[in-house]
């Protein structure tokens, strides 16, 4: 059985590290609620985007643009895809990190000439231990997330992708449901579906576009696009918050628990070592007792 | 007359109501909507946007690019940033002209280019608004 002292540094040190876990989890919570409130604020920007894009497709079903699949349905294409894929700057938060990244690697092997733009220390360290090359320029942080960074990876993205040398881009990102689960998801950005904005069918006021249809739309895809990697740089860090969160949590308990079964081995080992000092003082006292008797008998006899 | 009036930016919705008159930059030149205006999509680019509340005062505001559409008297208006002048730091936005009219002059990727040519025209745009 451990000393007294050495339970009590094990307490000590898990009390410690549950400082730092409950610290942990306070921090993730109110960086949760944070960028949730901000993600609430683009929420109607995005949705109205998208709706016209929408509209300006049912306008003109034939519209030819680089930025949409080839007219004749779904033809493969081949050349090299990008993928951006977002992770945290940290580990710590579950299995959060390593479901994207096992999502990444699966699209790696469906298409080996991908091109990875990771987001966060951690990925970035993951495939560099494994010497798979990513996009050395590509420095972003996944802590925080602004409309200015969303759009400075949307425009290198879009860059590549104008000039040809990206022929597909894929996100792979964390979405949350709700508040307990949450799921990687692969998206592709570009090119867009087709009939993925032309599923419903309203009666339309006709328009006038000014200068032309595709300006319209050419002019509004980079910030559908920004918005885009802006909520998903959101729901990620959302979910990565919320994945610590858990973490903490059960962290915490695990603490609690073994803080408890520490605990009462630490009263145990002081409860035996009282019965034991007890004992030894009254065997010793009864020893003494015994030996004055046999004195003052002797004494007595004489 | 009047007409309605959304004007929504990638972080709020910035306004929300009756409005009597407005004037928004595009690739032609300003464009002025007054009620009962013909259904158009317009593209519009950086530049000062400007309204008025019915029996108020013209307001300007400083945008980045994106669309308008007007539909049987609802106007709605989609940019990405909008700025009214008392949220703009004058300081901050000389200095950014300054800083943009410098990267033009490196010869640097085509990327960094539109870049900096996106950063100057929405600076320039910030400081006229402020002037007014």
Known sequence: ????????NHINSVKDTQKITNAMYLISSTKLQKAKRELDHTRPFFNYTQKEIKRIFRRAPDLQSHYFYPSKEEEPLNGTYGCLLITADKGLAGAYNLNVIKKAEELLEKHKDTKLFVVGEYGRRYFMKRNIPIEQSFLYTAVNPTMDRAREISSILLNLYDKGELEKIYVVYTDMENSIEEEARVFRLLPFHRFEFMKEDEIETDFEFAPSLKEVLESLMPSYIAGFIYSALVDSFCSEQNARMSAMN????NAEKILSQLKMEYNRVRQAQITQEITEISAGAKAQRDKRKKKEAQNEHR | MNFNLHIVSSDRIFYQGECESLIVPTNDGLVGILANHSNVIMALIPGQLQYRRPNQ?????????????????????LIDTIERPDEIDEKRARLAVAKAKEELLQKRSMQEYHMAQAHLQRALSRLKVKSH
């Open chain 1, 1 to 8: 059985m451990a000393s007294t002292k050495e339970i009590k």
């Open chain 1, 250 to 253: 059960s962290a915490n308990q």
């Open chain 2, 57 to 77: 005062k013209d307001e300007y505001c400083s945008i980045g690019s994106g669309m308008i559409k007007v539909e049987n008297n609802d106007v709605l208006v």
